[in-house]
């Protein structure tokens, strides 16, 4: 995964390893293939304010079909960016471990900020320092097609946000 982060240029050729109905669980090897253009001169890692080193950035995608909770569709976002991940060095890699972890937040949804509940979103997190939430005009509208006045609905907008999950220290 560090391999990931210091050579962007890299891609992974993934392999499966079981057939189908076999009783052996399925693994996954990757293979990291560098590209002759990389090379880690060539790498520039942004700073984060409040953070002395970023890890990582992950991207979260949430909506809210019904009801047009732009919080609901933020906090779905959140989760979406992190639930796909485990991340079982932070305590070896991190100085101070998961209590010093610090997580960056930036929301981006089609309501006033003053509509977000920013209390919901830091409740997304299990561990780790919350940064401020920081909220952006973005996302997007769409129609659902339906408006089902019994789900809650005032019309037939699909609410979509969009998150950035930065992780250091």
């Known amino acids: 995964f560090l391999a990931i982060l210091l050579c962007p240029h890299a891609f992974f050729r993934s392999t499966l390893h079981a057939t189908r109905n076999s009783h052996l669980p399925v693994t996954r090897s990757f ?7 990389a090379s ?9 304010e409040g953070m002395q080193q970023l890890l990582f950035v992950q991207m979260g995608f ?3 079909q019904h ?8 906090v779905k976002a959140c989760r979406n960016a992190i639930e796909w991940n485990s991340l079982p060095s932070i305590n070896q890699i991190v100085p101070g471990g998961y209590d010093a972890m610090k997580v960056r937040v930036q929301i981006a949804v ?6 977000i509940d920013t209390e919901a979103i830091k409740k997304a997190f299990p561990y780790g320092q919350l940064l401020p939430v920081e909220i952006q ?3 997007m509208r769409a129609s659902s097609g339906i408006a089902l006045p019994a789900m809650g609905d005032r019309n037939d907008d699909w ?3 969009i998150a950035a999950v930065s992780v250091g220290w």
């Open 159 to 161: 609410i979509v946000a």
């Open 31 to 37: 293979t990291i293939m560098a590209s002759s253009k």
């Open 67 to 74: 009801g047009q909770d732009a919080t609901k569709a933020a």
């Open 40 to 48: 880690t001169s060539d790498v520039t890692v942004s700073s984060v």
């Open 110 to 115: 089609p309501v006033d900020a003053s509509n």
């Open 62 to 64: 949430g909506c809210d």
């Open 137 to 139: 005009s973005g996302g």
